[in-house]
């Protein structure tokens, strides 16, 4: 196996079916192996059997189910678990994440040897209340970690295979990850702008709230 997506998500019933059949075009115009697997961090809103309906229909989709919702760090955890591609992509499922980024991330871990490649939604349709915390975050994990990266909690990122086995993310520990890699000895992380769509359906779901009352906890 080539490629894995790995797509945490909630909520997201409207968005599954144009983000699959996008991902299927890009993906399938690449010329290599690959599944997509939607991780459902346990939805009210009939995403499940959305995604029981994309898995019937292509045996390359996969979906897992939470009872609950737990968050998105255990959905990626679980998706990472189940990944077999060589190359890890993870994005959003909302439509901001944009899949054509997807061939150029494929190549900076293949060609250029990158371990992880994060995003960098240097243009952001995001409201005040996401982008104002996400800075201060950035700027501050920037600072602890020694890790040059401008956008650490852009959803969109490409890993090695060996890379998602070795780490494990819990709580809200998503947001660290290529603090995380590098602590297991991936040194090599880049960095790609990329772009960032401004959200068709729903409201935010894996925003910061649980973040923020993390900390005011």
């Not at 890890?88 to 150029?104: G, K, R, S, Y």
Request: net charge neutral.
């Amino acid at each position: 196996m080539d490629l894995s997506i790995v797509v945490p998500l909630f909520n997201e019933h409207e968005s599954l079916p144009i983000l699959v059949e996008r991902l299927h075009g890009v993906i399938g115009a690449m010329g290599q192996s690959y599944e997509i697997i939607l991780v459902d961090d346990g939805s009210n809103d009939g995403s499940w059997k959305v995604i029981q309906g994309l898995t019937a229909a292509d045996q390359r989709v996969k979906g897992i189910r939470f009872g609950r919702n737990y968050g998105k760090s255990p959905a990626l955890n679980e998706g990472f678990r189940a990944a077999q591609g060589g190359v890890v992509i993870t994005m959003d499922a909302d439509l901001q994440d944009d899949p054509d980024e997807i061939p150029e991330l494929y190549r900076m871990i293949t060609e250029d040897g990158f371990d992880l490649v994060s995003g960098w939604k240097q243009k952001r349709f995001d409201p005040w209340t996401k982008t104002i915390p996400t800075k201060l975050f950035n700027w501050t994990t920037r600072r602890v970690s020694g890790v040059m990266l401008h956008d650490f909690n852009c959803g969109l990122k490409a890993y090695k295979g060996e890379v998602v086995k070795s780490i494990e993310v819990f709580g809200e520990m998503h947001r660290y990850i290529p603090f995380i890699a590098k602590k297991e000895g991936f040194h090599n992380i880049g960095e790609k702008v990329v772009k960032h769509h401004p959200r068709k359906y729903g409201k935010t779901t894996f925003g910061f709230d649980r973040f923020i009352n993390g900390f005011l906890d």
